[in-house]
């Protein structure tokens, strides 16, 4: 749901919604005020709101809902920024923001619903080496949402803000960091070898030096990795 009094920015995030594959607009709605019946009647998981409204202001507006989906502040403003974190706001999109700083807001608000909806089921994420973790990671890159098996991936590398996932046919760039993914990635099959690279331990094929065959590749061993390298992998 979109809820902005400018025509410009609504028609703005309804193309950028329109480029990302898992997502559907529900509406948008120049005031909360006319966005409030909807939200009482149907199931909305993102609110894009503004801030500066002439009838009511995002933030009082959000401090009314007694149920509130993943809010992101579409905002000309960053004085608000402070106040948006208190009540929970998943993200803050200052104007005029990109299709990447976007995304990036659409991402944090997907982990989050995710977790509340894990949270609703009563059931905490299985730990790491658990026989039932799930077997396949959700992407977001190139406007579609892939679903890749974690016995497909080689290595995984970082750039800059971006994460590469290599298999032996191809290769998916999304926002992501190497961090986020050591968290989510199960210790038993993964490890990060370097600043840059994760691992699949079971595709290594040997060390040579300070790198690892990978196949058609080598990738270096960090100095601060080594150690941990040759006790789990050699």
């Not at 730990?127 to 990671?137: F, G, T, V």
């Not at 995984?156 to 992501?176: C, D, N, P, R």
């Not at 196949?215 to 040759?230: E, H, M, N, T």
Request: zero cysteines; a neutral charge; aromatic letters at 10%.
């Amino acid at each position: 749901m979109i809820i902005d009094d400018e025509e410009l920015s609504r028609d703005l995030l309804e193309n950028f919604i329109g480029r990302v594959g898992h997502l559907t607009l529900q509406g948008k709605y120049r005031n909360p005020l006319e966005a409030l019946p909807v939200l009482n009647s149907e199931s909305v998981d993102i609110i894009f709101l503004d801030i500066q409204m002439p009838e009511m202001t995002g933030i009082d507006f959000l401090k009314t809902l007694s149920k509130t989906p993943a809010v992101i502040f579409t905002t000309a403003y960053d004085r608000y920024a402070l106040e948006g974190y208190a009540l929970s706001v998943i993200d803050y999109l200052l104007k005029p923001f990109s299709f990447t700083r976007f995304l990036q807001a659409v991402n944090k608000a997907t982990e989050q619903i995710e977790l509340r909806y894990k949270a609703s089921l009563n059931t905490a994420p299985p730990p790491s080496d658990s026989k039932n973790q799930q077997d396949y990671l959700l992407i977001n890159a190139d406007h579609k949402l892939h679903r890749l098996f974690l016995k497909d991936i080689l290595y995984i590398q970082s750039l800059k803000e971006y994460v590469v996932y290599f298999t032996e046919e191809s290769k998916i760039m999304a926002l992501g960091s190497l961090k986020s993914l050591v968290e989510k990635l199960p210790s038993a099959d993964f490890m990060q070898v370097h600043k840059s690279y994760i691992v699949a331990k079971n595709k290594v094929k040997s060390l040579d030096g300070n790198q690892l065959d990978m196949g058609d590749i080598k990738l270096p061993i960090g100095g601060s990795y080594r150690k941990a390298v040759l006790a789990n992998l050699f």
